[in-house]
């Protein structure tokens, strides 16, 4: 049987995008008394696991997931982070 | 009779008026399941607006992948007419048979309003019957309608005469160059953010929506290989 690898995947809008949900949060922490705060986006994370023989493969396939499903390719930028399951 | 398929997702929710609409343009209009692989002769196919599969992951994300969506693919591809409204636009976008995404509303409320909206072209199957430049009121009701597209692709709408509705004083969500509707390279397919299905009946107020699903009447008896 193929090793697991524990896949994390961080989606977040495109910079030259605007993120409404990350002005309407930067203002509820200055609301709440949290000054200084600036530059907040709001995007999503997912994990998932993966059976493959190795973590590059397992990498190439969470990547092509991300082009296909996980992230609009037009809006969304992603990062992915895989590590071997104990 | 013009054959019209009107797609179900779990998650539509104007498929009916969407149906109704069609049927009192004249057509042949009958549901086709998201699970079914075949559109039954389709000559023009509607998706319509709702939420399908909850908006999970993105607003029609999922919607793309379900089996009925290979024959849509074909059908567009061979030239037939299809149009998105809504989530049905939503839906296109993803699919990648139209360009750019709707992102969420510049303003994050839900807008559910009556808007005006400019007919940009009567170069497409849905909106023929329109004058070019006409207005007319027609309500939207979404959260994720702000469009948006890269530089080079907006270039390319505007100069290839792809915009097909522009609001006209409020854009409701944002969206860029005011765009409320576009259609591909090929003129085929339509996808467009307000509901005209909502305002295709007297009964209603507003009747002028009637005239896209005309359109996509008008549009079929020209013969293929016809002049526009």
Redesign the interface.
């Known amino acids: 049987m193929s090793p697991k690898f524990a896949v994390e995947v961080r989606v977040m809008?495109r910079r030259a995008?605007?993120d409404?949900?990350g002005q309407?949060v930067e203002h509820a922490l200055d609301a709440l008394g949290f000054k200084g705060v600036g530059g907040v986006r709001v995007g999503k994370a997912l994990t998932l696991e993966l059976e493959r023989p190795d973590s590059g493969q397992a990498e190439d396939d969470a990547r092509s997931m991300c082009e296909r499903?996980?992230a609009?390719p037009?809006?969304e930028d992603f990062t992915l982070s895989v590590r071997p399951v104990e | 009779m013009m054959r019209v398929a009107v797609i179900r997702f779990p998650g539509s929710n104007c498929d009916a008026d969407t149906l109704r609409a069609a049927r009192n343009a004249g057509a042949d209009a009958y549901y086709v399941w998201h699970r079914d692989r075949h559109l039954q002769r389709a000559d023009a196919v509607l998706l319509p607006g709702g939420f399908a599969f909850g908006d999970y992951l993105r607003a029609g994300a999922i919607a793309r992948f379900s089996p009925v969506m290979a024959a849509v693919q074909a059908h567009a591809e061979a030239g037939g007419p299809v149009l998105g409204i809504c989530n049905g636009f939503q839906v296109l976008c993803e699919a990648g048979l139209l360009p750019g995404a709707l992102m969420r509303n510049a303003r994050l409320t839900f807008a559910s309003l009556p808007v005006r909206v400019r007919v940009e072209t009567d170069d497409t199957p849905f909106t023929a019957a329109f004058e070019r430049g006409a207005t007319f009121m027609v309500p939207v009701a979404h959260g994720e309608g702000r469009y948006v597209a890269p530089p080079e692709v907006l270039r390319q709408l505007e100069a290839e005469d792809q915009v097909v509705l522009r609001y006209v004083g409020e854009n409701p969500n944002g969206s860029v160059n005011d765009i409320a509707g576009v259609t591909n390279t090929e003129r085929n397919v339509v996808g467009i953010m307000p509901h005209p299905e909502r305002a295709a009946d007297p009964l209603v107020g507003e009747s002028a929506g009637a005239k896209v699903f005309e359109s996509m009447i008008r549009r079929a008896r020209v013969p293929l290989g016809g002049t526009r």
């Open positions: 809008p995008l605007l409404p949900q309407a499903l996980l609009n037009v809006t």
